[in-house]
């Protein structure tokens, strides 16, 4: 295992952000200001944030638009408070971590959203309304793998690392239940995580990915690749549909 696909020095990432942030606080990012709880994923320990908001177009000029959102996994809320600024007249942001709820609901009200953003404890789709449809589904995926066995010490550490892929496992299999005839499914991977495994567990839903942008991050002296993936519902081939190097 490379030193940077290691799932310990994840962990210890985990470890690090919830010694840095121990009280409730502000930062910013991309122009505005951000409520920040302790135990949740933070945007000041980790850059993912900001990458993401970049490659889905939700910086501090967002690209205008509308439809219905669901995004998985919103730590602090910046993603979804963004996504309802931008222009969506629902957003749906759902978390495992209590506190992360909490955190999106903060920076919902902060940023005059709290109309359009609700903010829902859930493991993946389990808490949502089974009447519920979505023009995007979106998860910034905990990518590193992690074993199978690992048993996590905090609810923190299940935003770092995926033991046994068993939560893509479960997305893939759910996310087009929740989708809107037109819909679509974006996650955001990482050259950390494990790309051809993620292809495996595509495939066992007949599904396929195609890179829709990548960016690339220096971490600890090396070049670490962020995407963002549709997923389709083309049979999954030995390779993404575009190699990184030809994203946008």
């Known amino acids: 295992m490379s030193e940077i696909r290691d799932y310990r020095r994840s962990l210890e990432r985990s470890r ?12 910013s990012l991309h122009g505005r200001r951000w409520d920040m709880r302790p135990g949740v994923f933070s945007p000041v320990c980790s850059p993912t944030t900001g990458l993401v908001m970049d490659m889905l177009g939700l910086g501090e000029r967002p690209v205008p638009r509308g439809g219905s959102f669901l995004e998985i996994g919103c730590g602090a809320g910046l993603v979804a408070v963004s996504a309802a600024l931008a222009g969506c007249h629902r957003v749906v942001a759902s978390d495992i971590n209590a506190e992360a709820v909490a955190n999106t609901a903060d920076n919902a009200a902060r940023h005059g959203v709290a109309d359009r953003v609700e903010a829902l404890h859930s493991d993946l789709f389990a808490g949502l309304d089974p009447r519920e449809r979505f023009d995007l589904v979106f998860w910034s995926s905990n990518y590193v793998l992690a ?7 905090t609810v923190h550490e299940r935003a ?5 892929y068993a939560t893509h496992r479960r ?65 999954a081939r030995p390779r993404l549909a575009l190699p990184l190097s030809a994203a946008a």
């Open 16 to 27: 690090s952000a919830l010694r840095t942030i121990v009280e409730p606080g502000t930062f």
């Open 147 to 153: 074993p199978a066995d690992y048993e996590y010490e």
């Open 160 to 164: 770092y690392v995926d033991a046994g």
């Open 171 to 235: 997305f893939l299999a759910e996310a087009s239940d929740w989708l809107t005839p037109d819909g679509s499914i974006v996650l955001h991977f990482s050259s950390r995580g494990d790309l051809p495994a993620l292809l495996r567990l595509a495939g066992e839903h007949d599904l396929g990915l195609r890179t829709l942008r990548g960016l690339t991050d220096v971490e600890g002296g090396v070049a670490v690749e962020h995407m963002l993936i549709e997923v389709t519902h083309q049979p």
